[in-house]
């Protein structure tokens, strides 16, 4: 078992998070993208439609998906600056990437507003996080995201430049999730690790290859799950930076899970760490 000697104090609560503010230096990339998205299923559209920090410009919809709409969010489906246009399931389809399961919905928005590090990743707020060292395929970001919400880590950390851009596949993956569950970009993971270990968090990495199991994490203050890219692994600073490397107990018949089903249920043994 590999264990790094803490370091620093409990960082201290900022009382008003600033959610949509712009980024700072370890926030990632400064301010809000403007590169549109679209969209589509009912779990993401209903989602994004009654979030207000997201900005909604038109959505296609069919007869009976925009009747379960209006059912589903009333007056909230009226939004300013929303154009909503009725179209056939097959018109809906050619909006969207081929074999794009859109239920008859496909809702063009703007990106959300990019949450900071420094108002997020604080410990007595967010008690769990989950750092994602790489992660390619945006349907993996997107069912971890679901995780995190399922076992409610706090926000899901990624680099800016290993993690893929918000987009409609990923947001049908997180089904609506992305709406509720912070994506924080940061510019280096092992100094993200640093800072978040100077705010009391206990940072924890997972590697097949360790000789301890979760079941032996007892720290008594916020963790940080960090998890690596499936097949490679964390990184070698990423892994030098975790306070300890600990791994799954799975049987020696599966070489290994993928992500977003090792983070469920790394988050779930967690659970009862107090």
């Given at each position: 078992?590999?264990?790094?000697?803490?370091?620093g104090a409990k960082y201290?609560?900022?009382?008003?998070?600033?959610?949509?503010?712009?980024?700072?230096?370890?926030?990632?990339?400064?301010?809000?993208?403007?590169?549109?998205?679209?969209?589509?299923?009912?779990?993401?559209?209903?989602?994004?439609?009654?979030?207000?920090?997201?900005?909604?410009?038109?959505?296609?919809?069919?007869?009976s998906a925009l009747k379960?709409?209006?059912?589903?969010?009333?007056?909230?489906?009226?939004?300013?600056?929303?154009?909503?246009?009725?179209?056939?399931?097959?018109?809906?389809?050619?909006?969207?990437?081929?074999?794009?399961?859109?239920?008859?919905?496909?809702?063009?928005?703007?990106?959300?507003?990019?949450?900071?590090?420094?108002?997020?990743?604080?410990?007595?707020?967010?008690?769990?996080?989950?750092?994602?060292?790489?992660?390619?395929?945006?349907?993996?970001?997107?069912?971890?995201?679901?995780?995190?919400?399922?076992?409610?880590?706090?926000?899901?950390?990624?680099?800016?430049?290993?993690?893929?851009?918000?987009?409609?596949?990923?947001?049908?993956?997180?089904?609506?999730?992305?709406?509720?569950?912070?994506?924080?970009?940061?510019?280096?993971?092992?100094?993200?690790?640093?800072?978040?270990?100077?705010?009391?968090?206990?940072?924890?990495?997972?590697?097949?290859?360790?000789?301890?199991?979760?079941?032996?994490?007892?720290?008594?203050?916020?963790?940080?799950?960090?998890?690596?890219?499936?097949?490679?692994?964390?990184?070698?600073?990423?892994?030098?930076?975790?306070?300890?490397?600990?791994?799954?107990?799975?049987?020696?018949?599966?070489?290994?899970?993928?992500?977003?089903?090792?983070?469920?249920?790394?988050?779930?043994?967690l659970a009862k760490v107090?």
């Amino acid at each position: 078992m590999t264990i790094r000697k803490r370091r620093g104090a409990k960082y201290p609560a900022r009382k008003t998070p600033a959610y949509a503010r712009r980024s700072t230096a370890q926030g990632a990339s400064a301010g809000t993208p403007s590169r549109p998205l679209r969209l589509y299923g009912v779990h993401p559209v209903v989602a994004a439609l009654a979030n207000p920090l997201r900005r909604c410009r038109r959505l296609a919809a069919t007869t009976s998906a925009l009747k379960d709409l209006r059912e589903r969010l009333g007056n909230a489906l009226e939004r300013d600056g929303l154009v909503i246009a009725e179209a056939t399931r097959d018109q809906v389809a050619r909006l969207l990437d081929e074999g794009a399961t859109h239920q008859g919905l496909a809702l063009d928005v703007a990106p959300l507003p990019r949450p900071r590090f420094d108002d997020i990743c604080v410990s007595d707020r967010a008690p769990r996080l989950l750092i994602l060292d790489r992660v390619n395929d945006p349907r993996n970001l997107g069912a971890v995201i679901r995780a995190a919400a399922a076992f409610e880590a706090g926000a899901v950390i990624v680099p800016d430049r290993h993690a893929p851009d918000e987009s409609g596949a990923l947001a049908k993956a997180a089904s609506g999730l992305l709406e509720r569950v912070p994506l924080v970009r940061v510019a280096n993971i092992a100094r993200a690790i640093g800072q978040l270990q100077r705010r009391g968090y206990w940072c924890i990495g997972l590697d097949g290859r360790a000789e301890a199991t979760i079941a032996s994490a007892t720290p008594d203050s916020a963790i940080a799950l960090v998890l690596g890219a499936e097949g490679a692994g964390l990184r070698r600073l990423t892994r030098e930076r975790c306070d300890v490397i600990l791994r799954l107990p799975i049987s020696d018949a599966v070489e290994s899970l993928n992500l977003a089903t090792a983070a469920a249920v790394a988050l779930y043994a967690l659970a009862k760490v107090k």
